[in-house]
């Protein structure tokens, strides 16, 4: 790698939407020598270079993977390519995760290349551990990231050539917007920036609170009210068993009986699910959760709470009304030990949590039309089969920190083959 310089203090966005903090103390910026830009506050905001080879958008698990395969390429950040993110700070989608969801409750955090997490306290944050990990991460490999930018477009810049440049188009949060032109995208913008929402009859007239785990900070949010958490995947756990201890009063809705694997969550486990996920992507359909996929580990808090009955399912959702919810009711063909047999009806709820997942952030790619007929993007794990200037990195099985990993790498390397061509 070019000799690098210190180039400034990140001094910005060090606490998340909660309010937890995200980094310890401000960790001065790494730009490679040759980078000229502008800062802002101590954040990089700008670059003087508008026409570079490749622009990777999205700087998680993903996007820093990307990023870091291409500069292993001999590709130089800033020059050869740049790394827009739409947060404030480091961290991904992991730096707006609540701050009950420490590192010891997630599936597990997968190191990037080229330096390992490390062994952090699994009573801390996960928001605040890898916010921290992917600073460290962008400092040590001069990313230059330059946040906070919105990419709110990419176009061809001729019409059914694909060999023409693309036109990246990004807004800051004060709306400033600039435009870039480059060879080949990797996009890495994850998915936590689109939330699902189910649609129900009613949901509409509903007056209490609707949100969704996307806005989830803390129990303490919801004293005194009864909260119907809807999801049968590890947030609607994770977030039952905390407002329960809290003495707030839950109902849990989802579609099927929740299943509870008695195994542990390892790298086994993961690779399986992501296996099942892979074949949907290649061929193009629409793309199932990773997360959703994974299951549910038996552990002895989530045992407690069948136990204690904060998890036993109502089942489906028929309607929503001004006051509440409709449940269908579960028949005996359907029900099981967390999803008892019940004729379901009215209940009374003030607040509805969606923890019902999310879909692919991908509106930016539009213009370019790379979706199947089927819906979803069809890849060979990174690489649009319809675009060769199009790379897709945590996409698909790759939604989990093994797989963004992965296919970061990927991306990386069939980018950079790609301009080499
Ligand atoms: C509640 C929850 C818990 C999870 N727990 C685990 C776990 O324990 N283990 C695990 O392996 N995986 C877990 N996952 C999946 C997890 O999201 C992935 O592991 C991984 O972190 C995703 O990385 P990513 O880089 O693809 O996306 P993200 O981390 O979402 O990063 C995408 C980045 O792109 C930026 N971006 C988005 N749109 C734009 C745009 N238009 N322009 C510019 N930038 C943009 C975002 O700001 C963000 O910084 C969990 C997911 C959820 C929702």
Known sequence: MKPQHWFGEIAVGLKNRCGNSLRKRAVPTRVSENWTGELERGRIVGNENTRVKIVVIGAGQAGLSAAHTLVRKSLEPGTDFIVLDANEGPGGAWRHRW????????????????????????????????????????????????????????????ENDLSAPLEITARRADGAERTWTAQAIINATGAWDQPFWPYYPGIESFAGRQLHTKDYCSPQEFEGQRVLVVGGG????????????????????????????????DMNWGIDVERRVRERTEAGLQT?????????????????????????????????TTDGVVFAGVDAEAAGDIMPAWPGGHEHVDVILWATGFKPALKHLAPLKLRSPHGGIATDGARVFVDPRVYLAGYGAGASTIGATRTGRLAGTAAAQFIAD
Not at 123 to 130: D, I, K, L, Q
Not at 135 to 140: I, L, M, P, V
């Open 234 to 265: 590890a947030s609607a756990v994770q977030f039952l068993l905390p407002l329960a201890e809290a003495g707030i009063d839950t109902l849990w809705s989802t579609r099927r009986a929740p299943v509870f694997l008695d195994r542990e969550f």
């Open 99 to 158: 701050p009950s969801l420490t590192l010891g409750k997630a599936h597990g955090i997968h190191d990037l290349p080229g330096l390992e997490l490390g062994k952090p306290d699994p009573e801390e944050p996960a928001s605040a551990v890898v916010s921290r990990y992917y600073g460290s991460y962008e400092d040590e490999f001069a990313l230059a990231v330059q946040r906070p930018y919105r990419v709110t477009g990419v176009r061809s810049t001729r």
């Open 288 to 320: 199932l959760s990773v997360v959703g996929a994974t299951g549910l580990a038996l552990t002895d808090e989530y045992k407690r709470g069948i136990d204690q009955g904060t998890l036993i399912s109502r089942g489906p959702l028929r309607s929503i």
